[in-house]
């Protein structure tokens, strides 16, 4: 294994896709460690708010400190709350715990903590994210340089994709301007029947230069900005291979969107086994060179590659 590392750079991916089940904290916990390996200062960042789990991934006990302390300023700073692994150059900050309707903190909060995410010092920051479209989640996922999203081949989960995609979408338009008119404008686009006939992004444009020049200007730079990531998890065919590049084009063709498809993992029982050992899948000797790992492997290349970071496994 050769590697070039830049550690000028800080990278934050936040993992989402709103559907529970499709093996985001799996995915997280195995592409952190195939970059900690590779000399990359590593952070992962168990956002499931009220339903943290991550440790269990990497087979350690949960830990005293949590994101809960922060947020009952128990502790004033997030870097208090980061706890090692076993793992050289990976650290984990583990979520909300105990803290009742955690997942519904106010906006004030919101923006406290991802703020404190930004500060922490690290080259990758991976942030595992809860099921479902609620503010806190929605915010977190907008966070990132390039937000990932994980989707299993059933119609349900491409089905929740979409829904997931198009409405960061649009609370990321919304977030990007100030006058009251076009954030109106933004919130009637989001149904399908609006009055108007806006039906993807560009029509949106058109009725907000009606209003405000500028504000058109500002948004169709927030829609060339907006490039999040895909990933195929739980792959048994070819057809299902296939469904990446459909989601991918249906988001540039409906949407606007341009989606980066970075690859697929296949199917194996030995996925569900690992979780059981508490033991991350890529770190066992026995299948190390199974073609799951080598599916992580190849697509924690391609997120590397494309934040400055060469290497080849």
Known sequence: MSQTLNHERKTIWTIGGGKGGSGKSFITVNIGICLSKLGARVILIDADLGGANLHTFLGISRPTLSLSDFIK???????????????????????????????????????????????LEGDYLLVDLGAGNSASVLDFFLMSEGGILIVTPEPT?????????????????RQSVTSRSVKMLI????????????????????AVKGLDQEAAE????????????????????????????????ACKKYFGIHLHYLGYIVYDQEVSHSIRRRNPLVLENSHAQSKVSQCIKEIATRLAQRHQMSFRF
């Open 73 to 119: 300023k128990r502790v004033s700073n997030l870097h208090e709350v980061l706890v090692p692994t076993n793992i050289s150059n990976l650290q984990l900050l583990t979520g909300a715990q105990d803290l009742f309707n955690a997942a519904d903190l106010n906006s004030i909060q919101r923006q406290k903590i991802l703020r404190s995410i930004r500060n």
């Open 157 to 173: 989960s491409v089905e929740n994709t979409f829904r997931f995609l198009r409405t960061a979408f649009y609370r990321k338009l």
């Open 187 to 206: 919130d009637s686009a989001m149904d399908f029947r609006n009055e108007m006939g806006i039906q993807n992004p560009y029509d949106l444009i058109d």
């Open 218 to 249: 500002m948004l169709m730079k927030e829609i060339e900005a907006f490039q999040p990531n895909l990933i195929l998890n739980q792959v048994w065919t070819k057809q299902d291979v296939e469904i990446g590049f459909s989601i991918q084009s």
